[in-house]
């Protein structure tokens, strides 16, 4: 098992420079980079170009050539070469690709163009939103789902089955962020009640409360974003589920194990449960990065949580790069990683699995 732990943690460096580089090929060649956004707020907005410009030497000269821009059809040329030296884009791209790539292996991920902040802090002021986002998400999704689907495969074509399978098929049929509007309209000051709050995760006094208080005020906050995820991603871990021990139960060891006189509880969650619950643990690592991440992010921008999927989805609006590429190598190496986790957790599970025989033979 060591050879094969070795092996993947190796994978894990080719796979990482690959993606990176089919994302920054792309990338780069998107029209309307950082440089073209900030030379046309210059032509239309010359004290607001100056913020983001940074100030400084660059952002004097900006001031001083933005009146006459439109008259002199551009802006000066030394100027635009101060701009791509500031932003790096004076070199080639393959030499700022190998650049990047060396600060990455180190976790220097730079400095946002347009946040005077450096990446990795901003990363990890956004984290706790997206993880407590995705950890309680995930959490309840697996609480219901296992239960829920282990029910239904044994009451398989019974009343139960068929009116829960109504239920899962509309929660699968509708995306999250429409049950997120339709929690707002219902029960966040829409229409109807105004129970629960609509943006952050705590309450401007939230200094101020006792512990208690504060765990009171959290899970409030926290209420309605978790419902939403759930209602969109239980479906199909639940349906996942019930295949699976539909597929174990028709099994011929599960025959003898009845036939020995075993009750049936021992039968489903001594012999079934181990064996079904193999795919199940397969899908947990897609499962968590889609709802820290991906899953999260307009579930973010509906209840107005500044998070790691409203962050990288801005930046890739204003092409702010360091940002883009910093979030993309820590989403990627988190889910290879969590690759490698599910697999030892096969293991954990099922110690007939060997990943090592397989790989040889």
């Not at 900006?62 to 101060?82: I, K, N, Q, T, W």
């Amino acid at each position: 098992m060591g050879i094969y732990i070795l092996r993947r943690l190796a994978l894990i460096i080719p796979t990482l420079v690959g993606i990176m580089l089919l994302n920054f090929v792309i990338v780069q060649a998107a029209p309307g980079g950082p440089i073209e956004q900030i030379l046309a707020e210059m032509e239309g907005h010359g004290s607001s170009a100056l913020a983001r410009a940074g100030g400084g030497d660059v952002g004097s000269e900006v001031a001083s050539s933005s009146g006459d821009s439109r008259a002199s059809r551009g802006l000066p040329p030394e100027l635009l070469e101060e701009l791509e030296a500031m932003y790096g884009f004076d070199k080639p791209a393959h030499e700022r690709f190998f650049t990047m790539l060396g600060d990455y292996a180190t976790f220097d991920f730079g400095d946002s163009f347009f946040r005077d902040r450096s990446v990795v802090e901003l990363i990890l002021d956004k984290m706790p939103v997206s993880i407590s986002l995705g950890l309680w998400s995930t959490l309840i999704i697996y609480l219901v789902s296992i239960p829920l689907g282990i029910r239904k495969a044994v009451t398989d074509g019974s009343r139960f089955d068929v009116w829960t399978s109504s239920a899962i098929v509309v929660g699968y049929a509708i995306p999250g962020f429409l049950f997120a509007i339709l929690l707002i309209v219902l029960f966040a000051g829409g229409s109807y009640f105004d129970l629960f709050p609509l943006r952050g995760l705590t309450s401007p006094d939230f200094d101020q409360m006792t512990w208690y208080q504060k765990i009171a005020d959290y899970f409030w906050h926290l209420a309605l974003p978790v419902t939403a995820n759930v209602i969109g991603g239980f479906a199909t871990l639940t349906l996942l589920t019930k295949n699976s021990f539909l597929d174990e139960i028709s099994k011929q060891y599960v025959v003898t194990a009845r036939a020995k006189g075993l009750e049936e509880k021992q039968v489903l969650y001594g012999h079934v449960f181990r064996n079904a619950m193999l795919i199940v643990i397969a899908s947990m690592p897609g499962v968590l990065v889609a709802l820290f991440f991906t899953g999260s992010l307009l579930i973010e921008v509906i209840f107005s949580l500044d998070g790691l999927g409203l962050l990288g989805f801005e930046a890739a609006l204003n092409r702010d790069y360091p940002v883009i590429f910093g979030t993309l190598y820590i989403l990627t190496l988190m889910g290879l990683v969590m690759k490698l986790i599910s697999d030892l957790t096969y293991v954990a599970v099922d110690p007939r699995i060997d990943f090592e025989s397989r790989e040889g033979a």
